[in-house]
T-cell receptor, first 113, second 116 residues
Framework: QKEVEQNSGPLSVPEGAIASLNCTYS??????FFWYRQYSGKSPELIMFIYSNGDKEDGRFTAQLNKASQYVSLLIRDSQPSDSATYLC?????????????FGTGTQLKVEL | GAGVSQSPSNKVTEKGKDVELRCDPI?????LYWYRQSLGQGLEFLIYFQGNSAPDKSGLPSDRFSAERTGGSVSTLTIQRTQQEDSAVYLC??????????????FGPGTRLTVL
């Protein structure tokens, strides 16, 4: 079983719709969770992090965390063609010292006109 | 301000040769990380530096891989006797402290290594 799992997609949504990206993780002790966006041929850029159960909103993005169910999700409202990218879920399995991240393989999002 | 920089951006080498990849972290960031991303794979952690020391080298795939960091700044990842399976994009990231579970890691543009 992979430590961090994501559906590879592609996930296709029409422009203006809500895109929902999901991620599950295996280490129940994981403390913090990150969403990165990666355009083709580019390096990952951080969108959001979350470490408390519940929702965290930042502009059009909302991260949701449910530690009991071991899943984290990213919602993108009013999706735009520029949101088309691969979204990487990353988990920090070690509380405290160090920030070693374990990444999922990413979900490819396509926002269609 | 300047972000994380890496050089070279592309490296093509022959099997069996040694290569050195360089990373310049964001000024003031004490933590530095190396990852690699193979085609169709997620990012794979290699090594983490806190200052000049490497408390976690658990991701280095073999003893052909080594890394060092000097002056709490620049880091070099060395791959000896390269193999074709070493072909990947090598990404460097830095973060302010590295001791907080929510420390944000900022990635450089990567070095694409191709071993022929």
């Amino acid at each position: 079983q992979k430590e961090v799992e994501q559906n590879s997609g592609p996930l296709s949504v029409p422009e203006g719709a809500i895109a929902s990206l999901n991620c599950t993780y295996s280490d129940r002790g994981s403390q913090s969770f990150f969403w990165y966006r990666q355009y083709s041929g580019k390096s990952p850029e951080l969108i959001m992090f979350i470490y408390s159960n519940g929702d965290k909103e930042d502009g059009r993005f909302t991260a949701q965390l449910n530690k009991a169910s071991q899943y984290v999700s990213l919602l993108i409202r009013d999706s735009q063609p520029s949101d088309s990218a691969t979204y990487l879920c990353a988990v920090n399995p070690y509380p405290g010292g160090g920030n070693k991240l374990t990444f999922g393989t990413g979900t490819q999002l396509k926002v269609e006109l | 301000g300047a972000g994380v920089s890496q050089s070279p951006s592309n490296k093509v080498t022959e099997k069996g040769k040694d290569v050195e990849l360089r990373c310049d972290p964001i000024s003031g960031h004490t933590a530095l990380y190396w990852y690699r991303q193979s085609l169709g794979q997620g990012l794979e952690f290699l090594i983490y530096f806190q200052g000049n020391s490497a408390p976690d080298k658990s991701g280095l795939p073999s003893d052909r891989f080594s890394a060092e960091r000097t002056g709490g700044s620049v880091s070099t990842l060395t791959i000896q006797r390269t193999q074709q399976e070493d072909s990947a994009v090598y990404l460097c990231a830095s973060s302010l402290a590295g001791t907080s579970g929510t420390d944000e890691q900022f990635f450089g543009p990567g070095t694409r290594l191709t071993v022929l």
